[in-house]
Each structure stands twice: as structure tokens, then as C-alpha cells.
């Protein structure tokens, strides 16, 4: 059964605390996505990835960090230095050289208190 | 600011009307993607239409797209109470990374 997994569904951290969410597919897809939500707007691009080993800075990438060590992974850190990370991330991916179209994660909601 | 801005932002309805939402863009694009969230959960992709195209359906679904007026509509006609979700136009852009930018979606409400 193929598709993106990100756990965890919820997540609760203290303000000042790095926190990892995680991204994994199985869909053999090269390129992969994550992207930021905040209630009543649409998604925002956080980092995207390519190939292996190698990531571009998204519209929103300050405070964030990711790494691409395998193509079935791409691992989403909030450090603190992200002002306001209280938001819903969704995670994706698309195989080159399909048109345009990206396959979803569940989501991972995140509460920074 | 947001490439597209879908209109209305919400939609109320009763099951068996047809619902249509409205998206804007401001530059030139390669395809325009619909896809639906449901509360809480991932987007699913759901038509893309590219640049060339004027419209397109699948199933319930039709798309029109007007590059002249950088504009798309998405028709869903029979609206049952499983069509209650979220719907986002995305833009996609050629070369590169496929960068697509979403609008802040439609709220659709079927009632039974």
C-alpha cells in the first residue's frame, strides 16, 4: 500500500525547543515537499528536495531546517528560531517528470506553548 | 501575496445542487491543479488543467481555465454530503522544481 506517511499526527512542544517531524513515502518519488498551514489560508512552501543529498529554501524557510539523506525521507526541523511554528505541516511529493501533480501527506499539527 | 485567490471563501448548499468555485492568478502559469482537503487532514489532487486547455472534466468534476482573464472555475454538479471539504486552485510553473502556489481555498458545505 503506497503513499506518504508523517508522524506524529499531534505534536505539543515548550517555546524554545527544537522539534522533528517526519516524512516518509514509499511512492519512489524523487522530489519532496513540505509546506506550512495556517488556519483559513492556503499552504505555504517551506523547503523542497530533488534529489538526495540536496534541498532549495522554500517562501518561508527561516527557522526551519531539513535534510535528504535517503529518497524515501525528508525529515522537517522547527528550531526556535521560528517565530510563530504553531500550524498544521503537511509533507509531499511528486515523481519527476509527472506533471505537476503532488501526492500528500496526513498531516502533522503542531502546538508550541 | 497569494498567486490565487479562490472565490467564495465559503459555499453553503443542499445535496443534489451543483457547486462552483472561482479562482484568480496574476502571472503566467503552466497548469492550474485542483485539489480538496477534508477538515484536518492531506490535500488530494483532483484535476490539473494546463495552460493550453480551456476545460476539462472527471467524473462530477469540470474545470475551465481562461489565461486571458487568469482565471478558473471548478464545477462539481450533483454535490452529494461527501463533498464537504476545503478545495484549493494551485498554480504550477515549467522548469525547475514544479513550484505550485495555492490560494487560501473555498469552504464548501453540502447539506443532506
Known amino acids: 500500500d503506497g503513499g506518504i506517511t508523517q508522524s506524529p499526527k499531534y505534536l505539543f512542544r515548550k517555546e524554545g525547543q527544537n522539534v522533528t517531524l517526519s516524512c516518509e513515502q514509499n511512492l519512489n518519488h524523487d522530489a519532496m515537499y513540505w509546506y506550512r498551514q495556517d488556519p483559513g489560508q492556503g499552504l505555504r512552501l517551506i523547503y523542497y528536495?530533488?534529489?538526495?543529498?540536496?534541498?532549495q529554501k522554500g517562501d518561508i524557510a527561516e527557522g526551519y531546517s531539513v535534510s535528504r539523506e535517503k529518497k524515501e525521507s525528508f525529515p522537517l526541523t522547527v528550531t526556535s528560531a521560528q517565530k510563530n511554528p504553531t500550524a498544521f505541516y503537511l509533507c509531499?511529493?511528486?515523481?519527476?517528470?509527472?506533471?505537476?501533480?503532488?501526492?500528500f501527506g496526513p498531516g502533522t499539527r503542531l502546538t508550541v506553548t | 501575496s497569494q498567486q490565487g485567490e479562490e472565490d467564495p471563501q465559503a459555499l453553503s448548499i443542499q445535496e443534489g445542487e451543483n457547486a462552483t468555485m472561482n479562482c484568480s492568478y496574476k502571472?503566467?502559469?503552466?497548469?492550474l491543479q485542483w485539489y480538496r482537503q477534508n477538515s484536518g487532514r492531506g490535500l488530494v489532487h483532483l484535476i490539473l488543467?494546463?495552460?493550453?486547455?480551456r476545460e476539462k472534466h472527471s467524473g462530477r468534476l469540470r474545470v475551465t481555465l481562461d489565461t486571458s482573464k487568469k482565471s478558473s472555475s471548478l464545477l462539481i454538479t450533483a454535490s452529494r454530503a461527501a463533498d464537504t471539504a476545503s478545495y484549493f486552485c494551485a498554480t504550477g510553473f515549467s522548469g525547475g522544481y514544479n513550484k505550485l502556489i495555492f490560494g487560501a481555498g473555498t469552504r464548501l458545505a453540502v447539506h443532506p
Open positions: 509531499a511529493s511528486r515523481r519527476l517528470g509527472q506533471e505537476g501533480e503532488q501526492y
Open positions: 528536495s530533488q534529489i538526495v543529498n540536496d534541498f
Open positions: 502571472t503566467s502559469i503552466n497548469n
Open positions: 488543467i494546463r495552460s493550453n486547455e
